[in-house]
């Protein structure tokens, strides 16, 4: 199978690809992981410079010989999240995967730039989330919602002018902007977050830094599944930026 036979974004590219039609692509910020309903807006881009169906949650173009091609997404990035998103050329497929996403069969881990707060504790991280519309747009808050549940820990820390840390994180359940919103909960956000971050620290973050995009990458990825009885492993790694990483030294 030849990588080219994906149209990707030109900032994004394939990591791995195993032979059942699982295909492992590192999404870059500011890339949506597919269109929202209706077309593009101008400037924007998404993982494919392909059509994409709703109904099916599927990309789908010609190829050079004019066979129909289609990319089933497994799960989504936020747009200006970068790292692992899976996808599969057949439906099927992509329904076993889907199953152990909602099973919580896979094991995730994201890496984050945040600020500091001595007073929070690494380890576990339980909130009740409720999704909500505000003017028009999706928001995460605390509330009578569902549980999401995060294994948080520090690996790096800088102090300076700005007082900011590395942090390893294990998302438990999957759910809409979690790790941004347990971030905030906890006063410690997410860097360049321009929904759910702390806007003066921002500025002040990109003044010393130059770093102008949301500091959250999903890193890697592992899982087992079961297909047409065989045992397909999953794992892909996906390093931290090196605009993110060369800050700490």
Known sequence: MEFTD?????????????EAGIWVIEKATGVLSHPNHGN???GQKSLLRADYCHKKEAYHWQNENGKQKWLYLCHRLDSPTSGIIIGCTNNELASIVKKTFLDKKI???????????????????????????????LRVQPGKGSL?????????????????????????????HQLRVQCMIRKIPILGDKTYGDFSLN??????????RLCLHASQIEFNIEHEREEIKIFAESPLPRQMGKIFG
């Open 107 to 137: 094991k995730k881990t994201y890496f984050a730039i945040t600020g500091v707060n001595p007073r929070i504790r690494m380890g576990t991280w339980k909130d009740l989330l409720v999704e909500r519309k505000i003017n028009g747009k």
């Open 6 to 18: 994906l149209p990707l974004d030109r900032n994004c590219q394939v990591i791995s690809y195993h």
């Open 148 to 176: 999401a549940i995060t294994k948080a820990g520090k690996m790096r820390e800088r102090k300076g002018k700005v007082n900011f840390q590395l942090l390893e994180l294990l998302p438990l359940t999957g759910k809409t």
């Open 203 to 212: 500025r002040k973050f990109q003044q010393a830094t130059r770093i102008q």
């Open 40 to 42: 593009l807006k101008a």
